[in-house]
């Protein structure tokens, strides 16, 4: 199954995305950098080229600063993210500074 796609805008005040409730994944492009929060319910969220993924609960955060070195002139995180159990489960992004 091909992951949904959806594109965060840079300075929206608060974007929120509802994620499915079956798990499916859903890729998200971030035009900038951010602070990831989640609301009722865990979501796992990664990143092409992370080595690590995260789960957050309700209340956690992520920050996904600008890269520093050779990507710095470019920005545009591909972030994979999906929700966990039956919860509906919030995910919203904030433009960092």
Do not use: C, N
């Not at 890729?27 to 319910?41: E, Q």
């Not at 995180?77 to 904030?94: D, H, M, P, Y």
């Amino acid at each position: 199954m091909k992951p949904q796609s959806r594109l965060l805008p840079r300075r929206s005040p608060g974007p929120e995305l509802s994620l499915p409730a079956d798990g499916r994944v859903v890729t998200l492009r971030l035009r900038g950098p951010a602070r990831l929060s989640v609301h009722g319910g865990r979501a796992w969220i990664t990143r092409a080229g992370w080595p690590d993924d995260h789960w957050l609960t309700p209340g956690q955060t992520l920050d996904l600063p600008r890269p520093e070195g050779w990507l710095a002139s470019w920005f545009g995180w591909r972030v994979s993210v999906s929700a966990e159990g039956a919860a509906a489960v919030t995910l919203k992004a904030e433009a960092l500074r």
